[in-house]
């Protein structure tokens, strides 16, 4: 999708700052791809300038609110000193390109510091300025052992003086039969009350009665997952590797579902590893002549530019709507009814009944 961009050249020679805005991707893992204009070697690499597209990822990118900003060294900057604009491409791991503008390049001093530095992947990790490297904490010196405490002393026993065991012995007196026959006395009393209660009047069983229950607590209901953003979703469905054609099914799925974000998402990584298919679908986003779907910004540029790859492999339904968006134009793209005689005329004769009507409302 079209984002904006611009780039602002540090003190350090060699080294900006491309700051892209419009752009709700994670910083991790973005790469980015620079294309010239001039020359059939278009796309810039660390060692230089190559015919393929390559991505580059520079290891220092991160978000300042709601704007990325990614560090350029001396392998990029260095070789894009007297160049005006570059095509900039800005690609989200597992997503696939999520963003693309032209950008002016400014003026900036040079490093004279870039060279070949012999890697041929597609994608090449810039190397970053050395960040200082901490001071070493100081070591703290052991610590002191402290001695343990002595045992307390075992207790001391104790000192009693011998005492003479009949001194506890009561002395006999006179009084010692009376005191007998009072103990007969309150025996018979107790005995006779214990007949009394227990056989003549015994007391009402007492019936112990259970407590009520006490009331079940209420369990608070379980915290719902939280929701996933579309963009894991659609991470963890691509990082399954589906086909091209697994994945048209999937994204047409998310589109009767009505999730058109999760849709566009796989239909745009379908269109990239060539469905043609998924490239007429992706087309149909951005298509001016049709209605906006879920709020997807109308770019008539990128609906011809998608429309045509899937004219391109034979495809009469791609090939009838890239004649009819020439026709009409709109949303950035210009009319050109020549193209659109010669778009429709092919899908014409693959038996294309609305091309063929198309033709006929063409002025001759």
Not at 112 to 117: I, T, V
Not at 136 to 156: D, F, S
Request: contains cysteine; proline residues 13%.
């Amino acid at each position: 999708m079209p984002v904006r961009a611009s780039i602002a050249p540090l003190p350090e020679p060699g080294h900006a700052l491309l700051r892209v805005s419009e752009l709700g991707a994670a910083p991790e893992g973005l790469t980015i791809s620079i294309q010239r204009q001039q020359g059939p070697e278009a796309h810039l690499a660390d060692d230089g300038w190559r015919r393929t597209e390559t991505w580059l990822m520079p290891d220092e990118v991160r978000r300042n609110g709601e704007i990325l900003e990614f560090h350029l060294g001396p392998e990029i900057c260095d070789r894009l000193a007297g160049i005006a604009t570059i095509r900039l491409r800005v690609r989200e791991p597992d997503i696939g390109v999520v963003g693309t503008t032209v950008v002016a390049w400014p003026a900036m001093l040079t490093s004279g510091a870039a060279g070949a530095s012999g890697v041929y992947d597609d994608t090449v990790r810039l190397r970053r300025r050395q960040a200082p490297q901490p001071a070493p904490e100081p070591e703290l010196p052991p610590p002191l052992e402290i001695a343990p405490e002595p045992p307390p002393p075992p207790p001391r026993p104790e000192l009693r003086a011998a005492r003479d065991p009949l001194a506890d012995l009561p002395k006999r007196s006179g009084a010692t039969g009376w005191m007998i026959a009072a103990v007969v006395v309150l025996l018979a009393v107790g005995g006779g009350y214990y007949y009394w209660t227990n056989h003549l009047h015994p007391p009402e069983p007492v019936v112990a009665t259970a407590p009520p229950p006490a009331p079940t607590p209420l369990q608070p209901p379980a915290p719902e997952p939280p929701k996933k953003s579309v963009r894991e979703t659609v991470a963890e469905y691509l990082a399954t590797k589906p086909t091209p054609d697994a994945m048209l099914v999937k994204a047409r799925d998310f589109a009767k579902a009505g999730d058109f974000a999760a849709a566009f998402l796989v239909f745009r990584q379908a269109a990239e590893q060539g469905s043609a298919a998924a490239q007429l679908e992706l087309a149909s986003f951005y298509d001016p002549t049709t209605p906006p779907k879920a709020g997807f910004p109308h770019d008539g540029t990128l609906a011809a530019d998608w429309y045509e790859r899937a004219a391109l492999t034979g495809l009469a339904e791609a090939q009838r709507k890239l004649g009819l968006l020439l026709t009409k134009g709109g949303a950035g793209l210009a009319a050109d009814a020549t193209k659109a005689r010669v778009w429709l005329q092919q899908a014409a004769a693959q038996n294309d009944a609305d091309a063929k009507k198309a033709l006929d409302g063409l002025p001759k």
